[in-house]
């Protein structure tokens, strides 16, 4: 079975700062990875996916991820945050062979002028 | 850009009703899923659905859930006899093939009352 952990369901950041976010995985087999963001009253976006391959993806919007299967770690940063990154952003995993993704519990993305 | 499209987009509903929840998904898609969102809650798995049968479903996917891919191209969840704990936004996805990410549609918030 798989399951993610994200920590921090509440992230506050400065338009220029690091945006941070953590996520961590367990699953009995190599997974894919994913980062999914939500902006208010709109669907499920992908932002980035790790299958296999280099180790650091980078997504759309300027958002990058890099996996660590030593940590079981996915975490997603974006070098300075801009005012449209506010939003919800929700790490899942999929085995490989399975169908159906496992979401974590969220993080909401804040961005202060 | 291909989009999922789900309708409505919010749909109210009396406990012990039924209602059918209706997706679009791309048109060359061939794995279909939904999810569902409980306000404050993780995004969770409900059914896949590939080659015109449930591929997997999840223990919320009971007898009072059903899903349908009438005519080729839409593709639908039934709640046969709503109840309080219904009440969520329901999420449908589509992809390619299993390597492939899924997209999502808008989602459709069910309100049971």
């Known amino acids: 079975a798989q399951s993610v952990t994200q920590l921090g369901s509440h992230v506050s950041v400065s338009e220029g700062a690091l945006v941070l976010l953590r996520c961590n995985y367990s699953s009995s087999v190599p997974p894919y990875l994913f980062w999914y963001v939500q902006y208010p009253n709109q669907g499920l976006q992908l932002l980035l996916k790790y299958t296999t391959g280099a180790t650091l993806v980078k997504g759309i919007n300027g958002f990058e991820a890099e996996f660590k299967k030593s940590e079981t770690s996915f975490h997603l940063t974006k070098p300075s945050a801009h005012m449209s990154d506010a939003a919800e952003y929700f790490c899942?995993?999929?085995?490989?062979?399975?169908?159906?993704?496992?979401f974590g519990a969220g993080t909401t993305v804040t961005v202060r002028a | 850009e291909p989009e999922v499209t789900q309708t409505p987009s919010h749909q109210v509903t009396q406990m012990g009703q039924e209602v059918i929840l209706r997706c679009v998904p791309i048109?060359?898609?061939?794995?279909f899923y939904w999810y569902r969102q409980i306000l404050g809650q993780k995004v969770e798995f409900l059914v896949s659905?590939?080659?015109?049968?449930?591929?997997?479903k999840s223990e919320i996917f009971d007898d009072q859930f059903s899903v349908e891919r009438p005519d080729g191209s839409n593709f639908t969840l039934k709640i046969r006899s709503t109840k309080l704990e219904d009440s969520a936004m329901y999420f449908c996805a589509s992809r390619l093939r299993p390597v492939y990410e899924q997209y999502f549609g808008p989602g459709t918030r069910l309100t049971v009352t």
């Open positions: 899942a995993v999929s085995p490989p062979n399975d169908y159906k993704l496992s």
């Open positions: 659905f590939y080659n015109n049968e449930i591929s997997e």
């Open positions: 048109s060359n898609h061939l794995y």
